[in-house]
T-cell receptor, first 113, second 114 residues
Framework: GENVEQHPSTLSVQEGDSAVIKCTYS??????FPWYKQELGKGPQLIID?????GEKKDQRIAVTLNKTAKHFSLHITETQPEDSAVYFC????????????FGRGTSLIVHP | DTEVTQTPKHLVMGMTNKKSLKCEQH?????MYWYKQKAKKPPELMFV???????INESVPSRFSPECPNSSLLNLHLHALQPEDSALYLC?????????????FGSGTRLTVV
């Protein structure tokens, strides 16, 4: 089955800095890679995703990059703000059949004002 | 409507109680999921419903009993739970089980078993 490693487990930055969270996956059949943000007391929220036929995707201050050869993908947040503080989960999986993604262990991002 | 609504938000129950968690979505999604999440851990899959039929049961103990009465509603019936079952229970939906689209999660039910 798929195995997803996520680093770092905790990331502390100053407001305005950039933050990068990295994930690696093991199954070359995986073709869909979502990122979720979970604020305290809430459910995870999909913030950006990327499919295997794309190398990079941007949405305002967040971007995701995918390197299929190396089997890793990363979340980039620029100009961080205190409201970006949350736990971020990456996930990977293969479409077709019952698509069930495997989650990374999560990164707790703390943005200091 | 782009939300998944879960009730109740908090639940405290004794080990001999019977209670139910409810999940509702009106996005026309045909795949619905129950996840369990412990503190500082990723969500763990419990059940998958596809077109109102149970398609995946991840070896969940029988004290958890899912039900999908219609395409918009998902229930999780709880009976004789243990303290270690205390967790955040998340419901999620997606367009279809084979689609490579992200989940829409509810805010969860925080369950405490005493």
């Amino acid at each position: 089955g798929e195995n997803v490693e996520q680093h770092p487990s905790t990331l502390s930055v100053q407001e305005g800095d950039s933050a990068v969270i990295k994930c690696t996956y093991s199954d070359s059949a995986s073709n869909y890679f979502p990122w979720y943000k979970q604020e305290l007391g809430k459910g995870p929220q999909l913030i950006i995703d990327i499919r295997s036929n794309v190398g990079e995707k941007k949405d305002q201050r967040i971007a995701v990059t995918l390197n299929k050869t190396a089997k890793h993908f990363s979340l980039h947040i620029t100009e961080t703000q205190p409201e970006d503080s949350a736990v971020y989960f990456c996930a990977a999986g293969a479409s077709g059949g019952s698509y069930i993604p495997t989650f990374g262990r999560g990164t707790s991002l703390i943005v200091h004002p | 409507d782009t939300e998944v609504t879960q009730t109740p938000k908090h639940l405290v129950m004794g080990m001999t109680n019977k209670k139910s968690l409810k999940c509702e979505q009106h996005m026309g999604h045909r795949a619905m999921y129950w996840y369990k999440q412990k503190a500082k851990k990723p969500p763990e899959l419990m059940f998958v419903y596809s077109y109102e039929k149970l398609s995946i049961n991840e070896s969940v103990p029988s004290r958890f009993s899912p039900e999908c009465p219609n395409s918009s509603l998902l229930n999780l019936h709880l009976h004789a739970l243990q303290p270690e079952d205390s967790a955040l229970y998340l419901c999620a939906s997606r367009v279809g089980t084979s689609s490579n689209y992200g989940y829409t999660f509810g805010s969860g039910t925080r369950l405490t078993v005493v």
